[in-house]
């Protein structure tokens, strides 16, 4: 299948305007939280819902909240371990849950949501050292071909490392036209 055009596809917050009963995203677990549970979340500041369209039909939707990720450095790899950070626990984004309507499974959508939340990490106007989620089994592949890894041997929590994403997208000259020597 090829990915639908980026172009083709907006997203917009959750809000009661939205008819959200036609979605089906092959999972009534994930249908239920958003036809009955997002907004309310939403509301009470819990989390924020992105709904995500192709030509006006509800294409997918990505809901993200904070956590954190308490730290037992016996437990972690040494790549995952922040020099001098005594924090007992790190700051993350976790993805709360993603789902494509199933009609449009394999047509890039989830990637489209997964960028878009690595998109607003690297944004946010506050410090998130790590992307995580807990995935389905099913959905642990999807996650690791965008790199994350279990953040233990328990392979229930996964993590992107932000700072590595953000060190892959800078470019290795500045594009500032006014640091250039004169």
Same mark, same amino acid.
């Given at each position: 299948?090829?990915?639908?055009?980026?172009?083709?596809?907006?997203?917009?917050?959750?809000?009661?305007?939205? %008819?959200? *009963?036609?979605?089906?995203? !092959?999972?009534?677990? #994930?249908?239920?939280?958003?036809?009955?549970?997002?907004?309310?979340? &939403?509301?009470?500041?819990?989390?924020?819902? &992105?709904?995500?369209?192709?030509?006006?039909?509800?294409?997918?939707?990505?809901?993200?909240?904070?956590?954190?990720? @308490?730290?037992?450095?016996?437990?972690?790899?040494?790549?995952?371990?922040?020099?001098?950070? %005594?924090?007992?626990? =790190?700051?993350?984004?976790?993805?709360?849950?993603?789902?494509? %309507?199933?009609?449009?499974?394999?047509?890039?959508?989830?990637? =489209?949501?997964?960028? #878009?939340?690595?998109?607003?990490?690297?944004?946010?106007?506050?410090?998130?050292?790590? #992307? *995580?989620?807990?995935?389905?089994?099913?959905?642990?592949?999807?996650?690791?071909?965008? !790199?994350?890894? =279990?953040?233990?041997?328990?392979? @229930? @929590?996964?993590?992107?490392?932000?700072?590595?994403?953000? &060190? &892959?997208?800078?470019?290795?000259?500045?594009?500032?036209?006014?640091?250039?020597?004169?």
């Amino acid at each position: 299948m090829v990915p639908l055009p980026e172009k083709a596809l907006c997203t917009e917050l959750l809000s009661a305007r939205y %008819d959200l *009963a036609r979605f089906d995203s !092959g999972n009534e677990e #994930l249908n239920d939280y958003l036809k009955n549970d997002a907004l309310k979340e &939403q509301r009470q500041l819990l989390s924020k819902t &992105q709904l995500c369209f192709h030509r006006d039909r509800l294409a997918g939707f990505i809901t993200l909240t904070t956590d954190s990720i @308490r730290i037992d450095k016996d437990k972690l790899d040494p790549s995952q371990i922040i020099d001098g950070c %005594d924090y007992p626990a =790190y700051p993350c984004i976790l993805i709360a849950r993603l789902a494509v %309507d199933k009609k449009l499974h394999g047509y890039g959508v989830g990637s =489209y949501l997964l960028s #878009l939340a690595i998109g607003f990490v690297l944004e946010a106007p506050l410090g998130c050292r790590y #992307l *995580a989620v807990d995935p389905k089994e099913e959905a642990a592949k999807f996650y690791e071909k965008f !790199g994350f890894k =279990y953040w233990t041997k328990s392979r @229930r @929590r996964m993590f992107l490392n932000m700072r590595d994403v953000a &060190q &892959q997208l800078e470019p290795e000259e500045s594009l500032d036209l006014w640091s250039v020597a004169e």
